[in-house]
């Protein structure tokens, strides 16, 4: 953001960038993986806000270095691989907040789709402000059904426009399996996803089943 590569700016703070029900954490003092945990790596106390609270941008991550460079309070996310490395703005996790939705009910509105159950790896490229995920496991959804495995596919999109195309958000939020990881300018970080059931248009999907 500081150095405007980022589809996102400080103007955007406290504006809207996603659909009005959803909130998004990037600490969680429920999660297993991260309890006993209460500053960043700078000594800065974790924060108990979200960062994007009912759609709107409250925050962004900074350590104290570039807080002061784009004149922004801290946001206690200073996080490095080791002590040996330089600290950097980074997240502990990333958590989507339970909506109301039921699951099935978001399955049985899609008339054609798919279902992506677990995901694999992913990058960010900021050049075009676009993404690309892997899913390890997916089903075809047809008529509100689920029905034949896909095998691994790709997501793809354009962050912004990814971000404003969500529509329902499922209320049976879980913690991904295991541990991922986060690489950013040469460090490697354990880092925590979890979020319910969501259902997305306008996203591109590419794989073959024989994969």
């Known amino acids: 953001i500081h150095r405007k590569l980022s589809p996102f700016s400080i103007d955007d703070i406290g504006k809207p960038i996603l659909s009005s029900g959803i909130s998004i954490g990037t600490t969680d003092r429920n999660d297993p993986l991260f309890i006993g ?42 996080r490095t691989e080791s002590f040996l490395k330089p600290i950097q703005p980074r997240m502990h996790g990333l958590y989507i907040k339970s ?62 426009e990814v971000m404003e195309s969500v529509q329902m958000i499922g209320n049976d939020f879980r913690y991904d399996k295991g541990v991922s990881y986060c690489f950013k300018n040469g460090q490697s970080l354990n880092v925590r996803v979890g979020q319910p059931t969501i259902k997305i248009e306008g996203i591109t999907v590419s794989g073959s089943s024989y994969d």
């Open 37 to 78: 945990i209460q500053t960043d790596d700078e000594g800065c106390v974790l924060p108990h806000s979200d960062i994007i609270q009912q759609g709107v941008l409250n925050q962004i991550l900074t350590d104290n270095y570039h807080s002061q460079l784009m004149n922004l309070p801290p946001s206690s996310s200073a």
């Open 99 to 160: 909506g109301r939705m039921d699951p099935e009910e978001i399955i049985e509105s899609v008339s054609y789709g798919v279902f992506a159950k677990e995901f694999g790896d992913g990058k960010v490229y900021f050049e075009n402000s676009s993404f690309s995920f892997s899913v390890q496991e997916a089903y075809l959804i047809e008529n509100g059904k689920i029905t034949a495995p896909l095998g691994r596919l790709t997501l793809r999109g354009n962050i912004r």
